[in-house]
């Protein structure tokens, strides 16, 4: 049986690049609340944006189509969904064709070749990628406390003074 999540907040915007913003947003509002440190936040809303962009890019072609969103609050961590319900795609063809990243490659051939895939799985702890009647991104990031922890002082340490 699978643990169920403390909480879900569930978005559904316009598969519009003006609205991945919003979905950026979200993102690091919830994360900013469960505690997630400034880098942790970043690294969320740029996987997220890739996830909505690429739903808005290729899944329904310029067309109209609406991205779902949600994010299921855990005690340790945040799980996120980005759905949308267009053109499904190959995971491992786009993987295969995107390779080992050479600086001689122009940025938009990148983007083309599944740069937004790799900075997702690089960010992320654990990204799955389902393509059936659209796709499903799921990723998950784990809350990190103990590193910030285990690298601050404590304040009965630090004496500006001495």
């Not at 995107?98 to 654990?126: A, F, V, W």
């Amino acid at each position: 049986m699978s643990e169920k999540p403390l909480d879900l907040v569930y978005l559904t915007i316009p598969a519009k690049p003006d609205y991945v913003g919003i979905a950026r947003l979200a993102v690091s509002g919830i994360a900013n609340r469960m505690g997630f440190s400034y880098d942790d936040i970043e690294d969320l809303k740029l996987a997220v944006s890739e996830a909505c962009t690429n739903a808005v890019d290729h899944a329904y072609c310029g067309g109209e189509g609406e991205i779902e969103v949600s994010c299921n609050i855990f005690s340790n961590r945040l799980k996120i969904e980005v759905i949308d319900r267009g053109t499904s795609f190959d995971v491992q063809e786009v993987e295969k064709r995107t390779g080992p990243i050479r600086m001689e490659r122009s940025m938009n051939s990148l983007r083309e070749r599944g740069l937004g895939l790799y900075l997702m799985k690089t960010l992320m702890d654990e990204v799955e990628i389902k393509g059936d009647n659209g796709v499903i991104v799921t990723m998950t990031k784990f809350i990190r406390k103990d590193v910030v922890e285990s690298h601050v002082e404590s304040s009965t340490s630090f004496h500006p003074n001495r």
